[in-house]
């Protein structure tokens, strides 16, 4: 059970366009999901809360017109990249946290590496 | 914000070996999470320990909130243990978002 699933696993883009990332929680409900960014041998940054039919909390200094998020259902939460640039390439990590579970525990997904050439 | 402070950095680790790898933390937590970073980039839940002592199989985990640190222990350590510990907490009333410590580096060498 607790299982996140990411798509695409890796994506190669050029300058200039947008690319969409989808975070699903595949045999739970989340009304939470988290977006994180890693970079090489780096540990993980929190870049926004998700929360389902209302709107993103994004941390200081991400920018939220670049980094739009949308959490329409209580299974998928997608982050779409836009006007991406080369130092938007990182590895892009969601977490999801289940509904019915009282406890704070959160599941991660396999990841997203971008390159923006 | 809260710190978290992991260590060591880094750990060369003969198979076969234990280690210890801490995580302190500055201020009260709700809770404590510890993952495995695979070589892949998932981070693969261990422990989910707010206080107390969890055991799975050749890792144990304990934390110790009054006192603001974690320790996690791998026994007789293998080569696919290999990859980066992290310590994450939650902090605040009814937060959800885990802040993370810098991570501990495993190399298991043959």
Redesign the interface.
Known sequence: G?VVSQHPSWVICKSGTSVKIECRSLDFQAT?M?WYR?FPK?????MA?SNEGSKATYEQGVEKDKFLINHASLTLSTLTVTSAHPEDSS?Y?C?A?DVTNR??????G??T?LTVT | GIQVEQSPPDLILQEGANSTLRCNFSDSVNNLQWFHQNPWGQLINLFYIPSGTKQNGRLSATTVATERYSLLYISSSQTTDSGVYFCAVYSGAGSYQLTFGKGTKLSVIP
């Open positions: 607790a939470t988290f890693q780096q540990s993980l940054m929190l809360t590895f990590i977490s946290r406890l704070y525990e959160q599941y991660f396999p990841g590496r």
